[in-house]
């Protein structure tokens, strides 16, 4: 999972728009060589934005620009509750924090913004 929150925060994104920067990290994933789906369907209210399967295992990877953190957290907390998912990667704009783990599965946030400061 951090190799892949790694490889996130190096990017370069256009964040004004949502949906321009969740087209700039699907460019970047497929440059990079990451197996991944978009919009993969986890059940009739869970699609997150990205799953990428890395060593057998399903990591979701959930973008955020902007947006309320209590939202953000409900949303990638009932994502956790699917068996087929194996951690959650955050991906915002907004800065906060995540505990290590949300319902047993491990959890990272990773900055939007990090890669303009290289």
């Not at 990079?32 to 890395?54: A, C, N, T, V, W």
């Not at 959930?62 to 953190?69: D, G, I, W």
């Not at 953000?72 to 915002?92: A, C, M, N, P, W």
């Not at 319902?103 to 990090?114: D, E, M, Q, Y």
Request: charged fraction near 25%; include cysteine.
């Amino acid at each position: 999972m951090a190799k892949i929150a790694n490889f996130c925060v190096q990017q370069r994104v256009d964040v004004s728009q949502e949906k321009v920067a969740q087209a700039g990290v699907e460019v970047a994933l497929k440059a990079g060589g990451f197996e991944f789906k978009r919009e993969y369907s986890l059940g009739p209210k869970d699609k997150p934005d990205f799953m990428i399967i890395q060593d057998g295992y399903n990591i979701v990877v959930e973008m955020k620009t902007r947006a309320q953190r209590i939202k953000i957290f409900k949303q990638i907390e009932r994502y956790t509750t699917h068996d087929s998912v194996d951690g959650v990667i955050l991906l915002s704009g907004t800065a906060m924090g995540l505990p290590e783990s949300i319902n047993g599965k491990p959890a990272l946030f990773a900055s939007l913004g990090r890669g303009w400061l290289r």
